[in-house]
């Protein structure tokens, strides 16, 4: 099976409502999808989206990769895909792992579709058909926040990740975590996500404020780069510690299990470079007994498929993935959407990510990045 033609069109796709963390607000999501056309005649279907909050250069640099990569593409071999896919230049690493992850994605995409099996099924012998999802709150406001999450328990979501690192201190964390475990109840999960907002001695001292409110764990309570700061807030809390944009890569993935800085490792194909990357990660963090989750970056359907056949292949007693973000954007550009139901999403059963682009809704929102 050789790649014959690389296409793609870019979309730029408004948040139902800002998606604030403690980076600053998002109010839309632009990235690329991408199309790998076969000589057989299969098209397989990746995205590229640099996570959001990001640097604003790395959209437009998504776009320049792809351009350039078109002319060395046609005639290739899939198997040697991954040649390609090791674009050189001065590109920041952000776009370079979202163009690798949409080349993955569509891929794995074709060669899952030739061998007449699910993306997640390729991956791995064996995989759950659904996978539990948590829904995402972040919402500054502490009324706003808690209505959410009484919306979340009501729809029947097993788990309420909650973006901390906002509030002004401790007492105002400690106030808006109450409002949400009141308005959840005692049985879901309750994680907090503080995207590396505090220093240690402040992360330390937040999450023992925050103990008593039952949490699952805290992801990324310490800026990314320094595993041993996320070791020292580890080591001094009863609450387990998750690494997110400390995984950037299988390398950086090696450092957080080699240190013992985290329990629980978030994983983005995204920002990984693709799913079998992602799957490195999750079997060397297995040998170690670390826990595996999967997240999207906020992507439409397509990276949102991704990143579900990916979550299918974790252990079926897993954790609670964050797939189910496809209800913040406007729209998922795909003609029958992903659906969340009792806090599972099922994943495709159809060959390769079975999933299909809606060509008008994609025509509606490409617009330059
Ligand atoms: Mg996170």
Redesign the pocket.
């Known amino acids: 099976m050789k790649v014959n033609r690389l296409a793609w069109t870019t979309y730029r796709i408004p948040f139902r409502q800002p998606f604030v963390t403690a980076h600053g607000a998002q109010t839309e999501r632009c990235g690329v999808l991408i199309q790998l056309h076969t000589d057989n005649g299969l098209v397989g279907l990746g995205e590229a989206a640099p996570i959001p909050g990001g640097p604003a250069r790395a959209w437009p640099e998504v776009a320049a990769l792809l351009e350039t990569l078109q002319a060395s593409l046609p005639s290739r071999r899939l198997e040697e895909m991954t040649d390609v896919m090791e674009p050189t230049g001065h590109a920041h690493p952000v776009a370079v792992a979202a163009v690798r992850c949409g080349l993955d994605t569509a891929s794995c995409d074709l060669l899952a579709q030739a061998a007449g099996t699910s993306v997640a099924l390729w991956l791995q012998k064996e995989s759950s058909e659904t996978v539990p999802v948590n829904t995402t709150i972040a919402l500054p406001d502490v009324a706003s926040a808690a209505d959410a999450a009484a919306t979340a328990r009501a729809s029947g979501f097993p788990c309420v990740k909650l973006k901390v690192g906002m509030a002004k201190g401790a007492e105002a964390e400690r106030e808006r975590v109450a409002a949400v475990r009141r308005a959840i109840g005692g049985r879901l999960k309750l994680r907090l ?1 503080a ?1 590396g907002a505090w220093g240690v001695e402040q992360a330390i001292h937040t999450i023992r404020v925050l103990e008593p409110y039952g949490i699952e764990f805290v ?2 309570p310490v800026a990314c780069g320094d595993v041993e700061a996320l070791r020292r807030v580890r080591a001094a809390v009863r609450t387990p510690i ?1 690494a ?2 400390d995984v950037d890569s299988v390398a950086a993935a090696e450092r957080v299990l080699g240190a013992g800085a985290a329990q629980v490792l ?1 994983i983005k194909p995204m920002v990984v470079g693709g799913l079998r990357p992602a799957r490195q990660i999750i079997e060397r963090a297995q040998c170690q007994g670390v826990s595996c989750l999967v ?1 999207t970056t906020l992507d439409t359907g397509i990276g949102t498929a991704a990143a579900l056949h990916l979550a299918a292949t974790l252990p079926a007693t897993g954790l609670a993935c ?1 797939l189910a973000t496809g209800a913040l954007l406007t729209t998922d550009l795909l003609t029958t959407p992903l659906l969340v139901r009792d806090g599972r999403m099922q994943r495709p059963n159809a060959a390769g990510l079975g999933v299909r682009l809606d060509e008008e809704a994609v025509k509606r929102h490409n617009r330059p990045l």
């Open positions: 996500d995207n992801e990324q998750a997110d944009e978030v997240t964050g």
